[in-house]
């Protein structure tokens, strides 16, 4: 049975992404209606549109030496075409077009006064709309055949079973019962009741479904000539929208199923308005009326985004993280600039990268550890910079330390690598070679003795002088490239000679001692870690030991030598960041970590750059797996794909709290949350609770609060522990049941592993070296509780609160060339992405 938490899942989903597909590129037949707009209020670039609103002012301000065109548009149509520097309406904008061949084009659809023009902020586009619109085209392609096993290159149409039963490697597109195109993307899809799904493998198949796909479209299948024919008709415009809203409106009963925390009465007005747009477009395409349609077809849109967050339940407790990678032209300017940013977009946390291209972001006595600070950063400590700011927003800050890889091929600084000063630690491939991969890494030997205490000893410098709330181990592993096998250096061959009788040189895959082969080399990875775990905790008990590491546990001993499974089932790490990048791959590879890490330790998923859509649709996901939480790679990436303005306002707009930055806090916010729950099941069902069980839950939440008020997390482990055992001893509504322990499992977790005590007795040893800790948390004490009011109060954020000396930390704001240099810029950004 497909659970309704799952099918809730994609509900939720299919929402998120809807309005960010637009329909297809131009196909034999179509004419072009749609323009990409450059920029909003701001210097109109040539060979591009730019569009200006009355936020400009009262006029565009374009120069009459710029040539350009401008349309006037007032509610929606075309008011003029004539002159320059025009007004701009107070119901409308002016879009201007630069550049002979563009103006030419759209000079070339001879609007006039009364055509329709619509701009799609979202999207960036801007739609021309007069007597000749025709839009509409087909767009045909192969298909295999019928409910069979999915094989290379190949499409397939599974209209029987339950679910497709596919792996993650393909792409699939769902229609639904009408023939729209209901969903675009993931595998193992749902099989609609009167629908089907088109399954693709292999990358020009998928390619071949995804150009010809697009949400809405009418599909038909051809069985004799095995195609399937994807269409854009004035019945597409509102069948789109009819999806839509059929799935607005599932949302909104799977969420009371659940007993989601919404505010159904809004979720209601909004149906409703949806309702009478669908309506209103449904009769002007009646009336022949297709820009009558497209205008409530936009409007439609722009509201079912805007109303994303009613229909999505959102946790008051979430590591919400994100790698940063500073720059060596870093100041402190800069870096507030950047955490204000962080902030702003919905984060609770940030990894900050330690060493990168072979230096350090912190000024380090590199006769003694042989790191060197970036000589770019002329002295600036970076890393002390961060850290002050971060607490003083109350971001929690990781020490993102990337172990073994200490260098690569194109570092600025071969000189200051450590790979150049102590060539002989170097791991050694079977072939001979040091250099890892494309990027020619270069990783320090697990194996050495040296190896380790150069390591520790530095990490240990690091513990002792920064204030940090975590410390991650990244490259912790031995390195894997294709066709190579590492670890292959005379010390490590003699060490398993000596233990084994055999020579590595000698082994293959096949061969008996190829496991315990591999599972030597692992040995000294652990043993790392367990050691530097032990160190730190030490140092500093309140520290929080992560590691950063491969998400598929079947694949240890076969790529990395990265037993991450043991690391956590042991306790050495108190946290696990699974690098599950991918588009389709969070459900499987972020159950592995999950399942290790129990209630023993935090599981925060990594994710990266695969576009806004897909980053909302993972955010579900990783809710959807019980994890504690995500990480994104990387914030210059996360600034570069415009997810600031598709995410803060959206996925992210309503704040959380870091289950272990401050665990009181926290807990006390879940404490909060569990409170709405009883509330929101009391209002969906009367019956679901007793007096008796609703007083225990509530009782315990204000039990916590109390607690929390005048003392730690910590304190409360037993109070929760006594409501979760008799809650689970009482009989009653199933699914009220799995929601409330599900909340109150969760408090446990957060009193368990905090070590806000510890944290306490750091900062009051170390007061002179970071206090913005504890100002944030008694300052964050005033806003505990996290509800959705609180999510669009933008007054309480930003500069005016940093003016105060205490930004609120449960507040959040809610909102190329081509050819040779595409390649080479798509080039630069994968090698980058590698070497994470």
């Given at each position: 049975?497909?659970?309704?938490?799952?099918?809730?899942?994609?509900?939720?989903?299919?929402?998120?992404?809807?309005?960010?597909?637009?329909?297809?590129?131009?196909?034999?037949?179509?004419?072009?209606?749609?323009?990409?707009?450059?920029?909003?209020?701001?210097?109109?670039?040539?060979?591009?549109?730019?569009?200006?609103?009355?936020?400009?002012?009262?006029?565009?301000?374009?120069?009459?030496?710029?040539n350009?065109?401008?349309?006037?548009?007032?509610?929606?149509?075309?008011?003029?075409?004539?002159?320059?520097?025009?007004?701009?309406?107070?119901?409308?904008?002016?879009?201007a077009?630069?550049?002979?061949?563009?103006?030419?084009?759209?000079?070339?659809?001879?609007?006039?006064?009364?055509?329709t023009?619509?701009?799609?902020?979202?999207?960036?586009?801007?739609?021309?709309?007069?007597?000749?619109?025709?839009?509409?085209?087909?767009?045909?392609?192969?298909?295999?055949?019928?409910?069979?096993?999915?094989?290379?290159?190949?499409?397939?149409?599974?209209?029987?079973?339950?679910?497709?039963?596919?792996?993650?490697?393909?792409?699939?597109?769902?229609?639904?019962?009408?023939?729209?195109?209901?969903?675009?993307?993931?595998?193992?899809?749902?099989?609609?009741?009167?629908?089907?799904?088109?399954?693709?493998?292999?990358?020009?198949?998928?390619?071949?479904?995804?150009?010809?796909?697009?949400?809405?479209?009418?599909?038909?299948?051809?069985?004799?000539?095995?195609?399937?024919?994807?269409?854009?008709?004035?019945?597409?415009?509102?069948?789109?929208?009819?999806?839509?809203?059929?799935?607005?409106?599932?949302?909104?009963?799977?969420?009371?199923?659940?007993?989601?925390?919404?505010?159904?009465?809004?979720?209601?007005?909004a149906?409703?308005?949806?309702?009478?747009?669908?309506?209103?477009?449904?009769?002007?395409?009646?009336?022949?009326?297709?820009?009558?349609?497209?205008?409530?077809?936009?409007?439609?849109?722009?509201?079912?985004?805007?109303?994303?967050?009613?229909?999505?339940?959102?946790p008051?407790v979430?590591?919400?993280?994100?790698?940063?990678?500073?720059?060596?032209?870093?100041?402190?300017?800069?870096?507030?600039?950047?955490?204000?940013?962080?902030?702003?977009?919905?984060?609770?946390?940030?990894?900050?990268?330690?060493?990168?291209n072979?230096?350090?972001?912190?000024?380090?006595?590199?006769?003694?550890?042989?790191?060197?600070?970036?000589?770019?950063?002329?002295?600036f400590?970076?890393?002390?910079a961060?850290?002050?700011?971060?607490?003083?927003?109350?971001?929690?800050?990781?020490?993102?330390?990337p172990?073994?890889?200490?260098?690569?091929?194109?570092?600025?600084?071969?000189?200051?690598?450590?790979s150049?000063?102590?060539?002989?630690?170097?791991?050694?491939?079977?072939?001979?070679?040091?250099?890892?991969?494309?990027?020619?890494?270069y990783?320090?030997?697990?194996?050495?003795?040296?190896?380790?205490?150069?390591?520790?000893?530095f990490?240990?410098?690091?513990?002792?002088?920064?204030?940090?709330?975590?410390?991650?181990?990244?490259?912790?592993?031995?390195?894997?490239?294709?066709?190579e096998?590492?670890?292959?250096?005379?010390?490590?061959?003699?060490?398993?000679?000596?233990?084994?009788?055999?020579d590595?040189?000698?082994?293959?895959?096949?061969?008996?001692?190829?496991?315990e082969?591999?599972?030597?080399?692992?040995?000294?990875?652990?043993?790392?870690?367990?050691?530097?775990?032990?160190?730190?905790?030490?140092?500093?008990?309140d520290?929080?030991?992560?590691?950063?590491?491969?998400?598929?546990?079947?694949?240890?001993?076969?790529?990395?030598?990265?037993?991450?499974?043991?690391?956590?089932?042991?306790?050495?790490?108190?946290?696990?960041?699974?690098?599950?990048?991918g588009?389709?791959?969070?459900?499987?590879?972020?159950?592995?970590?999950?399942?290790?890490?129990?209630?023993?330790?935090?599981?925060?998923?990594?994710?990266?750059?695969?576009?806004?859509?897909v980053?909302?649709?993972?955010?579900?996901e990783?809710?959807?797996?019980?994890?504690?939480?995500?990480?994104?790679?990387?914030?210059?990436?996360y600034?570069?794909?415009?997810?600031?303005?598709?995410?803060?306002?959206?996925?992210?707009?309503?704040?959380?709290?870091?289950?272990?930055?401050?665990?009181?806090?926290?807990?006390?916010?879940?404490?909060?949350?569990?409170?709405?729950?009883?509330?929101?099941?009391?209002?969906?069902?009367?019956?679901?609770?007793?007096?008796?069980?609703?007083?225990?839950?509530?009782?315990?939440a204000?039990?916590?609060?109390?607690?929390?008020?005048?003392?730690?997390?910590?304190?409360?482990?037993?109070?929760?522990?006594?409501?979760?055992?008799?809650?689970?001893?009482?009989s009653?509504?199933?699914?009220?049941?799995?929601?409330l322990?599900?909340?109150?499992?969760?408090?446990?977790?957060?009193?368990?592993?905090?070590?806000?005590?510890?944290?306490?007795?750091?900062?009051?040893?170390?007061?002179?070296?970071?206090?913005?800790?504890?100002?944030?948390?008694?300052?964050?004490?005033?806003?505990?509780?996290?509800?959705?009011?609180?999510?669009?109060?933008?007054?309480?954020?930003g500069?005016?609160?940093?003016?105060?000396?205490?930004?609120?930390?449960a507040?959040?704001?809610?909102?190329?060339?081509?050819?040779?240099?595409?390649?080479?810029?798509?080039?630069?950004?994968?090698k980058?992405r590698?070497?994470?």
């Amino acid at each position: 049975m497909i659970s309704a938490k799952k099918i809730i899942t994609l509900i939720l989903v299919l929402i998120f992404i809807f309005p960010l597909f637009p329909f297809s590129p131009l196909a034999e037949g179509e004419s072009k209606y749609s323009y990409p707009v450059d920029t909003v209020n701001a210097y109109p670039r040539p060979s591009a549109i730019t569009v200006y609103t009355p936020e400009n002012g009262s006029t565009t301000g374009v120069k009459e030496n710029y040539n350009a065109l401008e349309i006037v548009v007032s509610d929606n149509k075309v008011v003029s075409t004539e002159g320059i520097d025009n007004n701009i309406p107070a119901d409308g904008f002016v879009a201007a077009i630069r550049g002979n061949s563009l103006k030419a084009e759209i000079e070339g659809l001879n609007l006039k006064q009364g055509d329709t023009v619509i701009f799609d902020e979202y999207n960036m586009e801007v739609f021309f709309i007069n007597e000749n619109y025709a839009p509409f085209y087909e767009k045909t392609i192969n298909f295999d055949r019928y409910n069979s096993t999915r094989t290379e290159n190949t499409i397939i149409i599974y209209n029987k079973g339950q679910t497709t039963n596919t792996n993650i490697w393909g792409s699939e597109v769902t229609v639904d019962e009408n023939g729209f195109v209901a969903i675009i993307g993931g595998n193992n899809s749902l099989i609609p009741e009167g629908g089907f799904v088109i399954s693709a493998v292999g990358r020009d198949r998928i390619a071949e479904l995804n150009a010809a796909a697009a949400l809405g479209l009418k599909v038909t299948v051809d069985d004799r000539a095995k195609t399937i024919t994807f269409s854009f008709s004035a019945e597409s415009i509102t069948g789109k929208m009819r999806v839509e809203y059929n799935n607005f409106a599932a949302a909104i009963d799977k969420a009371k199923e659940n007993f989601a925390i919404l505010d159904y009465s809004e979720c209601e007005n909004a149906k409703n308005k949806l309702n009478s747009l669908l309506s209103d477009s449904e009769t002007s395409i009646e009336n022949n009326d297709t820009a009558g349609a497209m205008i409530k077809k936009y409007e439609f849109e722009k509201f079912i985004r805007q109303s994303e967050n009613l229909i999505t339940e959102y946790p008051a407790v979430e590591e919400r993280a994100v790698w940063l990678r500073p720059s060596n032209s870093d100041t402190r300017d800069k870096v507030n600039d950047t955490v204000k940013a962080i902030y702003d977009a919905g984060y609770n946390a940030i990894c900050i990268e330690l060493i990168y291209n072979s230096t350090a972001i912190f000024p380090v006595d590199s006769e003694k550890y042989l790191f060197s600070q970036d000589p770019g950063l002329k002295g600036f400590d970076v890393l002390k910079a961060y850290i002050e700011e971060c607490h003083n927003y109350g971001i929690e800050v990781h020490g993102w330390m990337p172990c073994y890889r200490v260098s690569h091929g194109s570092t600025t600084y071969p000189k200051l690598a450590v790979s150049t000063l102590k060539p002989e630690w170097l791991v050694k491939a079977k072939s001979g070679t040091v250099e890892v991969g494309d990027t020619k890494g270069y990783f320090l030997n697990p194996a050495l003795p040296e190896v380790k205490e150069f390591l520790l000893d530095f990490y240990r410098y690091i513990l002792e002088n920064y204030s940090l709330d975590g410390f991650q181990l990244d490259y912790i592993r031995y390195p894997y490239a294709a066709g190579e096998e590492f670890g292959y250096d005379d010390y490590t061959r003699q060490l398993f000679r000596e233990k084994q009788g055999a020579d590595p040189m000698d082994l293959t895959t096949s061969s008996p001692l190829w496991e315990e082969w591999c599972k030597f080399r692992a040995s000294y990875v652990t043993d790392f870690v367990k050691e530097f775990s032990e160190m730190a905790r030490e140092i500093r008990p309140d520290i929080f030991i992560s590691a950063d590491v491969a998400p598929d546990f079947r694949d240890v001993y076969k790529k990395y030598m990265q037993e991450a499974e043991i690391w956590l089932t042991e306790g050495y790490i108190d946290m696990a960041f699974p690098m599950a990048y991918g588009t389709n791959v969070i459900p499987l590879y972020s159950s592995f970590t999950v399942e290790a890490a129990g209630d023993r330790a935090y599981s925060y998923i990594g994710v990266s750059d695969y576009g806004v859509d897909v980053f909302k649709r993972q955010i579900v996901e990783t809710r959807e797996a019980n994890a504690d939480g995500f990480a994104f790679f990387s914030w210059s990436q996360y600034v570069a794909g415009n997810y600031v303005n598709g995410i803060a306002s959206t996925a992210l707009s309503v704040p959380a709290l870091s289950p272990s930055y401050n665990a009181t806090n926290a807990l006390k916010a879940q404490a909060e949350y569990i409170k709405q729950h009883i509330e929101t099941i009391k209002y969906i069902n009367p019956s679901a609770l007793t007096s008796d069980i609703e007083n225990l839950v509530k009782n315990t939440a204000e039990e916590i609060i109390s607690a929390t008020n005048s003392g730690f997390a910590e304190d409360c482990v037993n109070i929760i522990k006594t409501a979760l055992d008799s809650l689970n001893d009482i009989s009653f509504d199933e699914k009220a049941k799995e929601v409330l322990v599900s909340d109150i499992s969760k408090a446990l977790k957060i009193a368990t592993l905090s070590k806000d005590k510890a944290k306490r007795e750091y900062y009051e040893e170390n007061q002179s070296g970071d206090e913005s800790a504890e100002e944030s948390r008694e300052d964050s004490e005033t806003g505990g509780e996290v509800s959705r009011n609180e999510s669009d109060d933008s007054s309480q954020t930003g500069n005016s609160d940093k003016e105060k000396g205490k930004p609120k930390t449960a507040i959040i704001i809610g909102s190329a060339l081509i050819g040779i240099l595409l390649a080479i810029t798509l080039i630069f950004i994968i090698k980058r992405r590698k070497q994470k």
